[in-house]
Structures are given as C-alpha cells and as structure tokens.
C-alpha cells in the first residue's frame, strides 16, 4: 500500500527566512501528487499539483514543490515565508490509476512563523 | 468562491447511538468523498461516492458506516452505533471529475464520542 511521509511535526521559522518542508512517498508506480494547507480555524486549501511535465511546479501565495522521482519527494518550498503562513501543511498522494479516487496524507507539518 | 459546507461543526453523542454528518458539496460536482483525522493522526480516506454509488472504500469504512446522497444537495455519512473510537474530525470532500482534478475540503465536523 501506499504511503507518505512528512519528517517535519513543527517547524519554527522568523518572518523573511526560507521554508523547506519534507515530504516522501511510498508506491511503486505512478502518482499524483498535493500539498494542501490548513489555516486556524479554515478548512484544507490546495497549494499546488503535480500530475506530469515539468517537476517543478508553482502554487499559490509563492510556494513551489519539486518532485524528484529518483528520492520519492515532493519537497515544499518558499523562499521568504510571512507571519500569515503560519498554519498545518499536508502532502498528499493520488494513485495514477483510472479507479483511484483517494487521497493519502502525511502526518502534517504545523509552521510556525514569528514576526 | 463555491465552498463544501458542513453540519454540524461539532457533534458530541453517547456510545451506542446513531450519528448522521452533513455535508453540501459544490454543486456541479460529481465526485465525493469523506476522510476523517482521530486527533494526532494522519487524515484517512473513508469513502468515495459516484453516481449514486459508493465507488471506493478503505478498510475503515466497515458496516457500521454508510454514505447516501438523499436530494440533489446533501451527502450524508451515518455511522450506526458509535464507538469511542470515532471520536474524530469528520471531512467531506468533492470534485468535479474522478481523475487529475483537485478535491475540495468542507471545514469538517468535529464528532465526540463519549
């Protein structure tokens, strides 16, 4: 079965530093590929996909991800993070398969940025 | 910006009963789906519901739950007769297509099993 990884339970960051957040899969095949975010007291948002083409992809509010295949990741990034990122980050893994319909998520990263 | 409503935002019941979470997907969507998160855990997929069927399950979604589509705007999930072990934040989902399109998260129902 599949799976994926988030190393990172709570990162604490200052206002204008660069974000890296882990993520790492588990399937054998070919997968889909999100990040969602959870702000305080909202509901799951989509960052950004990855479905095929270029491995690297842009979201929303400056965030972008690269899928390396060869290391099974899909590592967020953005380079100067603001008090208002603050909020529960997901990855998250679709099956590329006809059938597939759900989604498998990482534990979740809580960031945490100071003014 | 069409948004997946909940009801209710936070359900506490006793052990036994039966509890019925409301969703309202958006509305030409097709596709939809529940997940639910036991706090400190991962959020799991329980269902997903096409067409009036349900068209995958996960492992967790045993006789004790069911899902319907009882007009053309709600999507329930029922669980029979809880356990303390439900307790948990309750996510509906839709989507307009099955395949490489984003799901869209309602803010969850929060149910207390006690």
């Known amino acids: 079965a599949q799976s994926v990884s988030q190393h990172n339970h709570h990162v604490i960051l200052s206002e204008a530093a660069s974000l890296e957040l882990g993520c790492n899969y588990s399937?054998?095949?070919?997968?889909?590929l999100f990040w969602y975010v959870q702000y305080p007291g909202q509901h799951l948002q989509l960052l950004l996909k990855?479905?095929?083409?270029?491995?690297l992809v842009k979201g929303i509010k400056g965030f972008e991800a690269e899928f390396i295949k060869s290391k099974f990741s899909f590592n967020l990034r953005k380079p100067s993070v603001q008090w208002s990122d603050t909020a529960e980050y997901f990855c998250?893994?679709?099956?590329?398969?006809?059938?597939?319909?759900?989604?498998?998520f990482g534990s979740g990263t809580q960031l945490t940025v100071l003014p | 910006e069409p948004e997946v409503t909940q009801t209710p935002s936070h359900q506490v019941t006793q052990m036994g009963q039966e509890v019925i979470l409301r969703c309202v997907p958006i509305?030409?969507?097709?596709?939809f789906y529940w997940y639910r998160q036991i706090l400190g855990q991962k959020v799991e997929f329980l269902v997903s519901?096409?067409?009036?069927?349900?068209?995958?399950k996960s492992e967790i979604f045993d006789d004790q739950f069911s899902v319907e589509r009882p007009d053309g705007s709600n999507f329930t999930l029922k669980i029979r007769s809880t356990k303390l072990e439900d307790s948990a934040m309750y996510f509906c989902?839709?989507?307009?297509?099955?395949?490489?399109?984003?799901?869209?998260f309602g803010p969850g129902t929060r149910l207390t099993v006690t």
């Open positions: 990855y479905f095929s083409g270029d491995p």
């Open positions: 998250a893994l679709k099956i590329s398969s006809g059938s597939a319909r759900q989604l498998t």
């Open positions: 519901f096409y067409n009036n069927e349900i068209s995958e």
């Open positions: 399937y054998g095949g070919t997968v889909n």
């Open positions: 509305s030409n969507h097709l596709y």
């Open positions: 989902a839709s989507s307009l297509l099955a395949g490489v399109v984003e799901q869209y």
